[in-house]
Protein backbone atom coordinates (compact mmCIF):
# COMPACT_ATOMS: atom_id res chain seq x y z
CA UNK A 1 0.00 0.00 0.00
CA UNK A 2 1.08 3.10 -0.97
CA UNK A 3 1.76 6.56 0.73
CA UNK A 4 -1.25 8.84 1.65
CA UNK A 5 -2.44 11.56 -0.20
CA UNK A 6 -3.95 13.09 3.24
CA UNK A 7 -4.05 12.22 6.69
CA UNK A 8 -6.23 13.54 9.71
CA UNK A 9 -7.61 12.59 12.73
CA UNK A 10 -10.97 12.50 11.90
CA UNK A 11 -12.81 11.94 8.06
CA UNK A 12 -16.97 13.02 8.34
CA UNK A 13 -18.45 11.58 5.67
CA UNK A 14 -21.50 13.97 5.04
CA UNK A 15 -22.59 17.51 5.71
CA UNK A 16 -26.14 17.71 6.61
CA UNK A 17 -26.64 18.96 10.04
CA UNK A 18 -25.49 15.78 11.87
CA UNK A 19 -21.85 16.38 10.50
CA UNK A 20 -22.21 19.92 10.63
CA UNK A 21 -22.72 19.33 13.94
CA UNK A 22 -20.14 16.91 15.02
CA UNK A 23 -17.47 19.06 13.33
CA UNK A 24 -18.92 22.40 14.98
CA UNK A 25 -18.14 20.80 18.69
CA UNK A 26 -14.81 19.44 17.71
CA UNK A 27 -11.94 21.44 19.14
CA UNK A 28 -10.08 23.86 16.88
CA UNK A 29 -6.95 22.25 16.42
CA UNK A 30 -8.19 18.50 15.73
CA UNK A 31 -7.72 18.04 12.06
CA UNK A 32 -11.22 17.22 10.06
CA UNK A 33 -11.84 16.58 6.81
CA UNK A 34 -15.67 16.63 5.73
CA UNK A 35 -16.70 14.51 2.84
CA UNK A 36 -20.13 15.97 1.40
CA UNK A 37 -21.24 14.56 -2.00
CA UNK A 38 -23.27 18.08 -3.47
CA UNK A 39 -22.13 21.05 -4.81
CA UNK A 40 -22.93 23.19 -1.79
CA UNK A 41 -24.06 22.86 1.78
CA UNK A 42 -28.07 22.76 1.70
CA UNK A 43 -28.38 22.22 -1.83
CA UNK A 44 -30.41 20.46 -3.25
CA UNK A 45 -32.74 20.37 -0.35
CA UNK A 46 -33.56 16.79 0.59
CA UNK A 47 -35.73 17.55 4.16
CA UNK A 48 -39.19 19.59 4.61
CA UNK A 49 -37.53 21.12 7.82
CA UNK A 50 -39.96 21.13 10.10
CA UNK A 51 -39.17 21.37 13.92
CA UNK A 52 -40.52 23.20 17.16
CA UNK A 53 -39.77 26.71 17.98
CA UNK A 54 -38.59 25.61 21.70
CA UNK A 55 -35.51 23.63 20.47
CA UNK A 56 -34.62 26.07 17.52
CA UNK A 57 -34.44 29.14 20.40
CA UNK A 58 -32.66 26.48 22.55
CA UNK A 59 -29.75 25.30 19.56
CA UNK A 60 -29.73 29.38 18.97
CA UNK A 61 -30.67 29.28 15.03
CA UNK A 62 -31.01 32.82 14.10
CA UNK A 63 -34.35 34.38 13.48
CA UNK A 64 -34.92 34.54 10.25
CA UNK A 65 -33.92 31.06 9.25
CA UNK A 66 -37.64 29.53 10.35
CA UNK A 67 -40.90 30.50 9.58
CA UNK A 68 -43.62 29.47 12.30
CA UNK A 69 -46.88 27.87 11.54
CA UNK A 70 -49.44 29.22 13.85
CA UNK A 71 -52.57 27.57 12.24
CA UNK A 72 -52.17 23.77 11.88
CA UNK A 73 -55.04 21.53 10.47
CA UNK A 74 -54.95 18.06 9.71
CA UNK A 75 -57.56 16.51 7.07
CA UNK A 76 -58.88 12.84 6.15
CA UNK A 77 -61.17 11.45 3.62
CA UNK A 78 -64.29 12.62 5.19
CA UNK A 79 -62.39 14.40 8.48
CA UNK A 80 -61.02 17.35 9.22
CA UNK A 81 -59.91 19.02 12.35
CA UNK A 82 -57.59 22.06 13.74
CA UNK A 83 -54.43 20.60 15.88
CA UNK A 84 -54.48 21.55 19.51
CA UNK A 85 -50.30 22.28 19.77
CA UNK A 86 -51.22 24.91 22.72
CA UNK A 87 -48.07 26.76 23.02
CA UNK A 88 -45.50 24.04 21.25
CA UNK A 89 -45.22 25.45 18.22
CA UNK A 90 -44.28 23.88 15.19
CA UNK A 91 -41.47 25.70 12.51
CA UNK A 92 -40.26 25.33 9.16
CA UNK A 93 -36.84 25.66 8.76
CA UNK A 94 -34.72 27.96 5.87
CA UNK A 95 -32.80 25.08 5.56
CA UNK A 96 -30.04 25.59 2.94
CA UNK A 97 -29.41 28.31 5.56
CA UNK A 98 -29.37 26.33 8.75
CA UNK A 99 -27.02 24.08 7.10
CA UNK A 100 -24.48 26.86 5.91
CA UNK A 101 -24.95 28.39 9.33
CA UNK A 102 -24.09 25.16 10.92
CA UNK A 103 -21.15 24.76 8.16
CA UNK A 104 -19.59 28.71 9.79
CA UNK A 105 -19.32 26.99 12.97
CA UNK A 106 -16.11 25.40 12.05
CA UNK A 107 -14.73 27.84 9.26
CA UNK A 108 -11.78 28.82 11.66
CA UNK A 109 -11.30 24.95 12.80
CA UNK A 110 -8.34 22.79 11.78
CA UNK A 111 -11.17 21.79 8.76
CA UNK A 112 -11.41 20.81 5.46
CA UNK A 113 -14.44 20.41 3.32
CA UNK A 114 -15.00 18.48 0.09
CA UNK A 115 -17.66 19.43 -1.75
CA UNK A 116 -18.85 17.65 -4.73
CA UNK A 117 -16.66 14.80 -3.83
CA UNK A 118 -17.66 10.98 -3.23
CA UNK A 119 -16.68 8.99 -0.48
CA UNK A 120 -16.14 5.60 -2.27
CA UNK A 121 -14.88 3.08 0.44
CA UNK A 122 -12.50 2.95 3.43
CA UNK A 123 -10.24 -0.04 4.36
CA UNK A 124 -9.47 -0.93 8.11
CA UNK A 125 -5.54 -0.59 8.70
CA UNK A 126 -2.70 -2.71 10.29
CA UNK A 127 -2.09 0.17 12.93
CA UNK A 128 -5.91 0.55 13.46
CA UNK A 129 -6.23 3.55 11.35
CA UNK A 130 -8.50 3.65 7.84
CA UNK A 131 -7.72 4.25 4.57
CA UNK A 132 -10.08 5.56 2.83
CA UNK A 133 -10.67 6.43 -1.20
CA UNK A 134 -12.33 9.56 -2.09
CA UNK A 135 -13.31 10.98 -5.56
CA UNK A 136 -12.90 14.72 -6.14
CA UNK A 137 -15.32 16.89 -7.88
CA UNK A 138 -12.26 16.95 -11.01
CA UNK A 139 -12.44 13.31 -11.56
CA UNK A 140 -9.61 12.62 -9.45
CA UNK A 141 -9.04 10.20 -6.30
CA UNK A 142 -7.69 10.92 -3.40
CA UNK A 143 -6.54 8.61 -0.37
CA UNK A 144 -6.82 9.81 3.30
CA UNK A 145 -6.08 8.18 6.23
CA UNK A 146 -7.83 9.07 9.71
CA UNK A 147 -7.61 7.98 13.02
CA UNK A 148 -11.82 8.25 13.20
CA UNK A 149 -14.57 7.88 11.07
CA UNK A 150 -18.28 9.90 11.21
CA UNK A 151 -20.24 7.81 9.08
CA UNK A 152 -22.83 10.79 8.45
CA UNK A 153 -24.21 9.60 5.06
CA UNK A 154 -27.73 9.22 5.61
CA UNK A 155 -29.56 6.33 4.45
CA UNK A 156 -26.83 5.15 2.37
CA UNK A 157 -24.88 3.75 5.40
CA UNK A 158 -21.96 4.46 3.01
CA UNK A 159 -19.12 4.20 5.63
CA UNK A 160 -20.54 1.08 7.60
CA UNK A 161 -21.92 -0.73 4.41
CA UNK A 162 -18.08 -0.23 3.49
CA UNK A 163 -16.41 -1.80 6.11
CA UNK A 164 -19.27 -4.66 6.35
CA UNK A 165 -20.59 -3.07 9.34
CA UNK A 166 -24.36 -2.72 8.94
CA UNK A 167 -26.10 -3.26 5.54
CA UNK A 168 -28.39 -0.64 4.05
CA UNK A 169 -32.44 -0.48 5.68
CA UNK A 170 -34.39 -2.04 4.09
CA UNK A 171 -37.50 0.34 4.70
CA UNK A 172 -37.75 4.04 3.86
CA UNK A 173 -39.33 6.75 3.98
CA UNK A 174 -39.45 8.59 0.63
CA UNK A 175 -40.57 11.67 -0.07
CA UNK A 176 -41.36 14.52 -2.80
CA UNK A 177 -41.60 17.66 -2.39
CA UNK A 178 -42.84 20.92 -4.64
CA UNK A 179 -42.20 24.83 -3.63
CA UNK A 180 -44.63 26.97 -5.36
CA UNK A 181 -44.54 30.94 -4.67
CA UNK A 182 -46.72 31.47 -1.25
CA UNK A 183 -49.74 33.58 -3.53
CA UNK A 184 -52.58 34.05 -1.93
CA UNK A 185 -51.89 31.15 0.77
CA UNK A 186 -51.60 31.98 4.27
CA UNK A 187 -47.82 31.80 4.94
CA UNK A 188 -48.47 30.65 8.56
CA UNK A 189 -50.51 27.91 7.68
CA UNK A 190 -49.64 24.31 8.18
CA UNK A 191 -51.72 20.96 7.16
CA UNK A 192 -51.57 17.62 6.78
CA UNK A 193 -53.50 15.36 4.80
CA UNK A 194 -54.26 11.76 5.10
CA UNK A 195 -55.94 9.06 3.60
CA UNK A 196 -56.78 8.10 -0.23
CA UNK A 197 -54.26 10.50 -0.89
CA UNK A 198 -51.14 9.19 0.17
CA UNK A 199 -51.59 5.43 1.21
CA UNK A 200 -48.85 4.27 3.68
CA UNK A 201 -47.73 7.94 4.19
CA UNK A 202 -49.39 11.68 4.92
CA UNK A 203 -49.05 14.74 2.83
CA UNK A 204 -48.05 17.73 3.88
CA UNK A 205 -48.29 21.73 2.86
CA UNK A 206 -46.72 25.15 4.61
CA UNK A 207 -45.61 28.36 4.24
CA UNK A 208 -41.84 28.83 4.68
CA UNK A 209 -39.18 31.56 5.74
CA UNK A 210 -38.54 32.05 2.31
CA UNK A 211 -42.30 33.08 1.47
CA UNK A 212 -43.15 30.36 -0.38
CA UNK A 213 -45.34 27.59 -0.45
CA UNK A 214 -44.64 23.34 -0.10
CA UNK A 215 -46.64 21.10 -0.45
CA UNK A 216 -45.38 17.56 -0.35
CA UNK A 217 -45.69 13.43 -0.45
CA UNK A 218 -44.12 10.90 1.98
CA UNK A 219 -44.54 6.95 2.14
CA UNK A 220 -43.24 4.34 3.09
CA UNK A 221 -41.42 1.91 1.11
CA UNK A 222 -42.27 -1.30 0.62
CA UNK A 223 -45.31 -1.31 2.93
CA UNK A 224 -46.88 0.42 -0.40
CA UNK A 225 -45.21 0.51 -4.24
CA UNK A 226 -47.29 3.81 -4.85
CA UNK A 227 -44.62 6.60 -6.12
CA UNK A 228 -44.82 9.85 -4.21
CA UNK A 229 -44.46 11.65 -6.99
CA UNK A 230 -46.82 9.99 -8.98
CA UNK A 231 -49.03 10.41 -5.65
CA UNK A 232 -48.16 14.45 -5.15
CA UNK A 233 -49.09 14.82 -8.97
CA UNK A 234 -52.48 13.85 -8.55
CA UNK A 235 -52.74 15.90 -5.56
CA UNK A 236 -51.84 19.10 -7.10
CA UNK A 237 -54.13 18.38 -10.43
CA UNK A 238 -57.18 18.13 -8.22
CA UNK A 239 -58.57 21.23 -8.04
CA UNK A 240 -61.47 20.01 -5.81
CA UNK A 241 -59.11 18.35 -3.31
CA UNK A 242 -56.78 21.74 -3.23
CA UNK A 243 -60.00 23.76 -3.00
CA UNK A 244 -60.90 21.67 0.07
CA UNK A 245 -57.75 22.08 1.53
CA UNK A 246 -57.82 25.71 1.44
CA UNK A 247 -54.76 25.90 -0.93
CA UNK A 248 -54.21 27.84 -4.39
CA UNK A 249 -51.47 26.39 -6.52
CA UNK A 250 -49.56 28.95 -9.17
CA UNK A 251 -46.04 29.12 -11.22
CA UNK A 252 -43.84 26.52 -11.65
CA UNK A 253 -42.33 24.56 -8.73
CA UNK A 254 -39.04 23.43 -7.39
CA UNK A 255 -39.09 20.25 -6.90
CA UNK A 256 -37.07 18.25 -3.31
CA UNK A 257 -37.19 14.92 -2.51
CA UNK A 258 -35.62 12.65 0.42
CA UNK A 259 -34.80 9.43 1.60
CA UNK A 260 -34.42 8.51 5.13
CA UNK A 261 -34.47 5.03 7.13
CA UNK A 262 -37.65 3.93 8.53
CA UNK A 263 -36.43 0.85 10.66
CA UNK A 264 -36.55 0.24 14.29
CA UNK A 265 -33.75 2.12 16.26
CA UNK A 266 -30.45 0.23 16.70
CA UNK A 267 -28.87 1.36 19.57
CA UNK A 268 -25.00 0.33 18.58
CA UNK A 269 -23.75 3.67 16.89
CA UNK A 270 -19.84 3.02 17.95
CA UNK A 271 -17.88 0.47 15.99
CA UNK A 272 -14.14 0.57 17.53
CA UNK A 273 -13.18 4.18 15.75
CA UNK A 274 -15.87 4.65 13.18
CA UNK A 275 -19.07 5.93 14.93
CA UNK A 276 -22.33 7.06 12.91
CA UNK A 277 -24.60 9.93 13.71
CA UNK A 278 -27.68 11.49 12.06
CA UNK A 279 -30.23 9.71 9.39
CA UNK A 280 -27.32 6.80 9.84
CA UNK A 281 -27.82 6.30 13.58
CA UNK A 282 -31.89 6.28 12.82
CA UNK A 283 -32.32 9.51 14.58
CA UNK A 284 -35.45 10.81 12.63
CA UNK A 285 -38.63 10.54 14.48
CA UNK A 286 -40.74 7.25 13.83
CA UNK A 287 -43.79 9.68 13.76
CA UNK A 288 -43.31 12.14 11.30
CA UNK A 289 -39.29 11.66 10.05
CA UNK A 290 -38.52 15.11 11.64
CA UNK A 291 -34.80 15.20 13.25
CA UNK A 292 -33.07 17.96 12.19
CA UNK A 293 -32.75 19.30 15.59
CA UNK A 294 -31.94 15.69 17.19
CA UNK A 295 -29.22 15.46 14.67
CA UNK A 296 -27.48 18.83 15.52
CA UNK A 297 -27.76 18.23 19.41
CA UNK A 298 -26.54 14.90 19.59
CA UNK A 299 -23.78 15.60 16.56
CA UNK A 300 -22.63 18.16 19.48
CA UNK A 301 -22.42 15.47 21.81
CA UNK A 302 -20.75 13.23 19.98
CA UNK A 303 -18.04 16.34 18.38
CA UNK A 304 -17.18 17.10 22.21
CA UNK A 305 -16.87 13.09 23.13
CA UNK A 306 -14.94 12.46 20.03
CA UNK A 307 -12.96 15.61 20.28
CA UNK A 308 -12.09 13.98 23.88
CA UNK A 309 -11.35 10.74 22.29
CA UNK A 310 -8.77 12.08 19.90
CA UNK A 311 -6.70 14.16 22.57
CA UNK A 312 -6.78 11.47 25.29
CA UNK A 313 -6.38 7.88 22.97
CA UNK A 314 -9.43 6.80 25.26
CA UNK A 315 -12.83 4.99 23.80
CA UNK A 316 -14.89 5.55 26.79
CA UNK A 317 -15.74 8.80 25.57
CA UNK A 318 -17.27 7.43 22.11
CA UNK A 319 -19.34 4.92 24.69
CA UNK A 320 -20.77 7.77 26.46
CA UNK A 321 -21.75 9.66 23.29
CA UNK A 322 -23.70 6.06 22.35
CA UNK A 323 -24.97 5.56 26.29
CA UNK A 324 -27.28 9.55 25.74
CA UNK A 325 -28.14 8.68 22.73
CA UNK A 326 -29.65 5.59 23.79
CA UNK A 327 -31.16 7.17 26.93
CA UNK A 328 -32.66 10.15 24.95
CA UNK A 329 -34.28 7.68 22.09
CA UNK A 330 -34.88 4.14 22.46
CA UNK A 331 -37.32 3.80 24.60
CA UNK A 332 -39.52 6.69 22.77
CA UNK A 333 -37.93 5.10 19.42
CA UNK A 334 -39.49 1.88 20.57
CA UNK A 335 -43.23 3.16 21.03
CA UNK A 336 -42.66 5.95 17.92
CA UNK A 337 -41.79 2.45 15.59
CA UNK A 338 -44.59 0.44 16.75
CA UNK A 339 -47.41 3.66 15.88
CA UNK A 340 -45.13 3.83 12.76
CA UNK A 341 -45.75 0.04 10.99
CA UNK A 342 -49.56 0.36 12.52
CA UNK A 343 -50.55 3.31 10.93
CA UNK A 344 -48.80 2.51 8.42
CA UNK A 345 -51.57 0.11 7.18
CA UNK A 346 -54.40 2.24 7.88
CA UNK A 347 -57.23 2.86 5.45
CA UNK A 348 -59.02 5.87 4.63
CA UNK A 349 -61.94 5.14 7.26
CA UNK A 350 -58.93 4.20 9.83
CA UNK A 351 -57.59 7.75 9.04
CA UNK A 352 -61.53 9.52 9.15
CA UNK A 353 -61.77 8.02 12.66
CA UNK A 354 -58.05 8.75 13.95
CA UNK A 355 -58.67 12.74 12.40
CA UNK A 356 -61.92 13.32 14.57
CA UNK A 357 -60.32 11.78 17.60
CA UNK A 358 -57.11 13.40 17.43
CA UNK A 359 -59.42 17.03 18.06
CA UNK A 360 -60.78 16.01 21.22
CA UNK A 361 -57.40 14.49 23.01
CA UNK A 362 -55.80 17.77 24.62
CA UNK A 363 -52.18 19.08 23.27
CA UNK A 364 -49.63 17.43 25.61
CA UNK A 365 -51.12 14.16 23.26
CA UNK A 366 -51.15 16.05 20.26
CA UNK A 367 -47.49 17.04 20.60
CA UNK A 368 -46.09 14.04 22.73
CA UNK A 369 -46.93 11.93 19.86
CA UNK A 370 -46.26 14.38 16.67
CA UNK A 371 -42.58 14.79 18.84
CA UNK A 372 -42.22 10.85 19.49
CA UNK A 373 -41.99 10.93 22.87
CA UNK A 374 -43.18 8.91 25.09
CA UNK A 375 -42.49 8.80 28.53
CA UNK A 376 -44.38 6.56 31.01
CA UNK A 377 -46.57 9.31 32.35
CA UNK A 378 -47.43 10.77 28.80
CA UNK A 379 -48.39 7.66 27.26
CA UNK A 380 -50.78 6.57 30.49
CA UNK A 381 -52.17 10.00 29.90
CA UNK A 382 -52.68 9.42 25.84
CA UNK A 383 -53.76 6.15 26.49
CA UNK A 384 -56.83 7.69 29.07
CA UNK A 385 -57.64 10.10 26.62
CA UNK A 386 -57.99 7.70 23.91
CA UNK A 387 -60.12 5.92 25.67
CA UNK A 388 -61.97 8.14 27.55
CA UNK A 389 -62.64 9.76 23.55
CA UNK A 390 -63.60 6.41 21.99
CA UNK A 391 -65.83 5.48 25.50
CA UNK A 392 -67.59 9.05 25.18
CA UNK A 393 -68.28 8.54 21.32
CA UNK A 394 -69.59 4.85 21.97
CA UNK A 395 -72.31 5.96 24.31
CA UNK A 396 -72.98 9.14 22.26
CA UNK A 397 -74.24 6.38 19.40
CA UNK A 398 -75.87 4.23 22.16
CA UNK A 399 -77.83 7.65 23.31
CA UNK A 400 -78.68 8.02 19.45
CA UNK A 401 -79.82 4.57 19.31
CA UNK A 402 -82.09 4.42 21.83
CA UNK A 403 -83.57 8.19 21.57
CA UNK A 404 -81.47 9.43 24.40
CA UNK A 405 -80.69 13.28 24.61
Same mark, same amino acid.
Given at each position: ?187 ? %??? !?? *? @? ?6 ? /????? $?? =? ?81 ? %??? !?? *? @? ?6 ? /????? $?? =? ?81 ? %????? *? @???
Amino acid at each position: MGEADQTCEVLIVGAGPAGLSVASALPDDVRTVIVHQDKEIGLPVRTSGGSWLSDIKRIGIPNGMFNRLTKNEIFADDAHGYLPLDQAAPVVLDTPEVYRWLARQSDKKDRELLLASKFITTRALADGRYESDIRLRDGAERRIVSRYIVDASGWHFAVLTALGLANKPERLGIGTEYEYPIGENDPN %RGV !IF *L @GSKVPSGY /GWSFG $TA =RGTLRIGVGVIQPDTDESPKELLDTVVRDTAFLDRLGLKLAGDPIVHSGILPSVPYDDRLVFGNVIRVGDSAGFATPALGEGI %RIC !ID *L @GKVLGAQL /GEAVK $TG =RHAPLMAYERQCRRRLKRDYKWGFQMNTRIARYGPKDWDAAVRRIGKLGPDAVVATFRGEFPLHKIVKITWQVWRTLLRSRLR %RLGAK *L @GLS
